[in-house]
């Protein structure tokens, strides 16, 4: 693909999606017939390169009802969104969920990290493999030589978050009306016969380990309030935090999250009414607000529960942070791999736009505010608030230099707001009770309740909301501990880009305070425990092996540095080093210096992390093999 167009020409499944999402075409110039009045002189150039935005959703318009993207295809998207075709086509090939070769109409996505491989992933796996051949990276059905691609394809996937529920699948149907559904707890034979059929069926989804526990806050209306409807929420407390704002006024609920002192929950851990302040503060107009709801932390599923659970309590969230932040538009970007996530807010936002909780005038207050629902298509980096934005906008997800920093110019250069799904939680309850008696639970430094997403070999797992100041020991006691008559070996704490701990390391406080003075990072809220049985080489190298395959590529330290070192310690693991392992050990540490210290966003400063844990925590091949 390059500047120019080519002579392919989309199906009429093809077109019919994309006009579905755009509209038909005005004229020759856009895609439409070509005619005489169109003349030589094409106008409207500057409205549709307005359009670019519209980009992904196009993708997944044609992935959906076809399977794949076709060269005739992404030459129609070119047309219509007066897109270079080079530039559709780094855009195509830049997520993981997307196809560009020829793929069956149905696809199923067998995860085989860290979390599934511990429980049957790899056994899946396997099965796919003896009952439909090779995957459809390496299968016949992808290298476009013209063999029939079959009815059905399986892949091998990064996390799908579903670590509670391991082994997870997804299963993806296309067609005219398509069909995504993800489940756990599959045995390889489910496995096999839901690709066969094409479905899942319905399958028990696991409750909340604290469900009923009357000291819950976030997740108080989990397993209890219907997550579909709107009724049901306002019943139980909801919007009246919204009001609340709106008697307050922008400034005042500014303060208020400010005197709560909650800090982010998606890992940085920045000061959020800092944030709204700042927003509100620029002068420059239209301001956004962004709910990061692309959680791909391998081990990492705790946004992924509100979502499908408590849709609503996010879109008031939203609409409170739109009013403090003088914003009138809102995203949520969520990953591609939560079907049913995207389902219950995109339900949410339809149920609050109709009862005149969105648009133009809010609860007859004159608040204008709206959101609009993005789906991610398999990228972790996008979980990077300035790849978001540039995924958002219809670019490939690669971050952006800082500064400038989002709060001055983020989504569309504008100042924008970003908080995940867990920090936005906070909010209404903040409304309701007040920002100085958020404060005072919890500690000096971490306000509040956090969520912790515990799997793995522990006896309950699931999302937990914690009372801060709670040990790590006290946390693996509440969810029972390693099943017996297993022991704890080791804790990966906040997930793949996090770092190890030992087993016997029970009195880490689980507060920002906390792991900074044991030396480790809370991160996402990921708890994921290895008993005596596990194999943590592999665990290594799986870790490895995802940050090589989600580095964007955009700078040389993280490029070079997340190949070097899966390379490494693929020579470590197999015992062909060629050296001693302390020089194969010191040339690892280099090469995860460098990433950390000139790697362009997080995912390359934090790919040495929980590699550098296991070496220098667990002592992972300090005997010169790999344990």
């Known amino acids: 693909m390059d500047l120019y167009l080519h002579d392919a020409t989309p199906t009429d499944d093809e077109r019919n999606a994309i006009d579905a999402l755009l509209g038909l075409p005005a004229g020759g110039w856009d895609g439409g017939t070509r005619v005489e009045s169109d003349g030589h002189v094409a106008f409207g150039g500057h409205e549709a390169r307005a359009h670019r935005h519209l980009l992904l959703p196009a993708l997944h318009a044609i992935q959906s009802r076809v399977g794949w993207l076709s060269e005739g295809a992404l030459n129609y998207i070119a047309i219509r969104l007066n897109t270079p075709p080079a530039e559709v086509w780094s855009v195509a090939t830049f997520y993981a969920l997307l196809a560009?070769?020829?793929?069956?109409?149905?696809?199923?996505?067998?995860?085989?990290?860290?979390?599934?491989?511990?429980?049957?992933?790899?056994?899946?796996?396997?099965?796919?493999?003896?009952?439909?051949?090779?995957?459809?990276?390496?299968?016949?059905?992808?290298?476009?030589?013209?063999?029939?691609?079959?009815?059905?394809?399986?892949?091998?996937?990064?996390?799908?978050?579903?670590?509670?529920?391991?082994?997870?699948?997804?299963?993806?149907?296309?067609?005219?009306?398509?069909?995504?559904?993800?489940?756990?707890?599959?045995?390889?034979?489910?496995?096999?016969?839901?690709?066969?059929?094409?479905?899942?069926?319905?399958?028990?989804?696991?409750?909340?380990?604290?469900?009923?526990?009357?000291?819950?806050?976030?997740?108080?209306?989990?397993?209890?309030?219907?997550?579909?409807?709107?009724?049901?929420?306002?019943?139980?407390?909801?919007?009246?935090?919204?009001?609340?704002?709106?008697?307050?006024?922008?400034?005042?609920?500014?303060?208020?999250?400010?005197?709560?002192?909650?800090?982010?929950?998606?890992?940085?851990?920045?000061?959020?009414?800092?944030?709204?302040?700042?927003?509100?503060?620029?002068?420059?107009?239209?301001?956004?607000?962004?709910?990061?709801?692309?959680?791909?932390?391998?081990?990492?599923?705790?946004?992924?529960?509100?979502?499908?659970?408590?849709?609503?309590?996010?879109?008031?969230?939203?609409?409170?942070?739109?009013?403090?932040?003088?914003?009138?538009?809102?995203?949520?970007?969520?990953?591609?791999?939560?079907?049913?996530?995207?389902?219950?807010?995109?339900?949410?936002?339809?149920?609050?736009?109709?009862?005149?909780?969105?648009?133009?005038?809010?609860?007859?207050?004159?608040?204008?505010?709206?959101?609009?629902?993005?789906?991610?298509?398999?990228?972790?980096?996008?979980?990077?608030?300035?790849?978001?934005?540039?995924?958002?906008?219809?670019?490939r997800g690669e971050p952006r230099n800082k500064p400038p920093f989002p709060v001055q110019s983020g989504l569309f250069r504008k100042p924008t707001l970003v908080n995940n799904v867990e920090t936005l939680a906070n909010i209404p309850w903040i409304l309701l009770d007040g920002g100085a008696a958020f404060a005072v639970s919890g500690t000096k430094d971490t306000t509040g309740t956090r969520l912790f997403c515990l799997s793995g070999a522990i006896a309950r797992p699931g999302v937990y909301e914690i009372q801060t100041g709670m040990t790590l020991g006290q946390v693996l006691d509440l969810a029972g501990g390693a099943p017996e008559p297993r022991t704890i070996r080791a804790i990966l704490l906040g997930g793949a880009a996090g770092g190890f701990v030992r087993g016997d390391e029970r009195d880490i406080v689980l507060t920002f305070e906390g792991a900074r003075a044991a030396g480790v990072t809370l991160g996402s809220g990921v708890i994921m425990v290895f008993d005596d049985t596990a194999d943590l080489s592999d665990t290594i190298l799986r870790i490895a092996a995802f940050f090589r395959d989600e580095s964007c590529g955009q700078c040389v330290p993280c490029r070079v540095g997340t190949v070097r070192q899966e390379e490494a310690l693929h020579r470590l693991a197999n015992g062909t080093a060629g050296k001693p392992n302390g020089g194969e050990l010191a040339l690892l540490d280099e090469v995860g210096r460098a990433m950390k210290d000139a790697s362009i966003c997080g995912l390359g400063q934090t790919a040495y992390g929980a590699v550098e844990s296991a070496i220098k925590r667990l002592g992972l091949f300090s005997a010169g093999k790999p344990t």
């Open 100 to 395: 560009t070769t020829p793929r069956p109409p149905r696809v199923l996505h067998a995860c085989d990290d860290i979390a599934c491989r511990m429980k049957g992933g790899r056994e899946i796996v396997a099965a796919l493999r003896k009952n439909f051949g090779p995957d459809a990276h390496h299968g016949p059905e992808g290298n476009g030589n013209g063999i029939e691609i079959g009815a059905a394809a399986w892949l091998p996937s990064p996390c799908l978050g579903l670590c509670e529920q391991a082994p997870a699948v997804l299963l993806t149907v296309a067609g005219a009306t398509p069909r995504e559904q993800s489940a756990g707890g599959l045995t390889p034979a489910e496995a096999v016969t839901a690709l066969n059929r094409g479905a899942l069926g319905d399958r028990p989804r696991i409750p909340v380990p604290q469900l009923g526990d009357p000291s819950l806050r976030l997740l108080r209306r989990v397993g209890v309030v219907d997550p579909t409807s709107l009724e049901a929420y306002t019943a139980a407390r909801g919007y009246r935090a919204l009001q609340a704002a709106l008697d307050l006024g922008a400034e005042a609920v500014i303060r208020e999250v400010t005197d709560s002192r909650l800090m982010g929950r998606g890992g940085a851990a920045f000061p959020t009414g800092r944030k709204w302040a700042a927003v509100a503060g620029q002068p420059v107009k239209p301001h956004y607000v962004i709910c990061n709801a692309d959680e791909s932390e391998p081990g990492t599923f705790k946004d992924r529960v509100l979502l499908e659970e408590d849709p609503f309590a996010i879109v008031e969230a939203m609409t409170i942070a739109g009013f403090a932040a003088g914003a009138e538009q809102g995203y949520v970007y969520i990953r591609g791999e939560y079907p049913l996530a995207i389902e219950r807010m995109r339900n949410a936002v339809e149920q609050a736009r109709e009862h005149g909780l969105l648009g133009s005038n809010i609860l007859d207050r004159g608040l204008r505010f709206d959101i609009e629902i993005r789906k991610g298509a398999g990228a972790y980096i996008c979980g990077e608030e300035t790849a978001l934005f540039n995924s958002i906008e219809g670019y």
